[in-house]
């Protein structure tokens, strides 16, 4: 779901200057644009799980009570983290800044600016992102979006955990979501890391 007009990004926008390396994380993740159209819908708003919906409330603050804006590295640390409050924020950041990208390298036109950006917004939650929402897996206020992101990744190897954070969840509501992102993995194509960026993954047989 692409971020509405004017929303602001918590994630700040990386130089539009950027172009993938050969060998670079990215092509780990060349085709994940296209993924969007085999992932069942994951939802972009979180529900107001107990654990989370005070916690949601603080999101990333300085000492005044002012929201910092944070940088996908400080946020891809956070979503790992013991800070609950930081972690919530940073998960429902990242899935939003994660959905809002692979949209737009959707849809954008080959070469575009906004389509660059994204890219190099991938590219760096690529080589992190999924080690970290398997570590955020463990904590429960944060253990949906950690699931539903790596289900919009793709990441079949975490199959495993999201299925062992399934069979430990007691809310309804968020082992709902935990079988959505299991079930949406269970069905991700198989992607090449060696071929290029925006190559689209083979069917699955």
Known sequence: ??????????????SSSYRPAPGSPGRIIAALAFL???????????????????????????????????????????LGGEDGPNRLYAARALKAELRRSLSVVQHAQPGSMA???????????????????????KYPNVVAPAAEMLALLGDREAIPAVKDALAKETRKGVARRLQT????????????????????????P
């Open 181 to 204: 992102a299991e079930t949406a993995l269970e069905n991700a194509p198989v992607t090449d890391p060696s071929a290029p960026v925006g190559t689209p993954p083979p069917p699955n």
């Open 1 to 14: 779901m692409a971020r509405p007009v004017g929303y602001p990004s918590p994630i700040m926008p990386p």
């Open 115 to 137: 389509g660059d950006e994204a890219l190099s917004t991938l590219d760096e939650m690529g080589a992190r992102l999924p080690e970290q929402c398997i570590v955020a897996l």
């Open 36 to 78: 969007l159209v085999a992932v069942p819908r994951i939802a972009l708003a979180d529900p107001g799980d107990a654990e989370g919906a005070g916690a949601s409330q603080s999101g990333s603050s300085s000492a005044s009570g002012t929201q910092q804006t944070k940088t996908t590295a400080e946020l891809l640390s956070d």
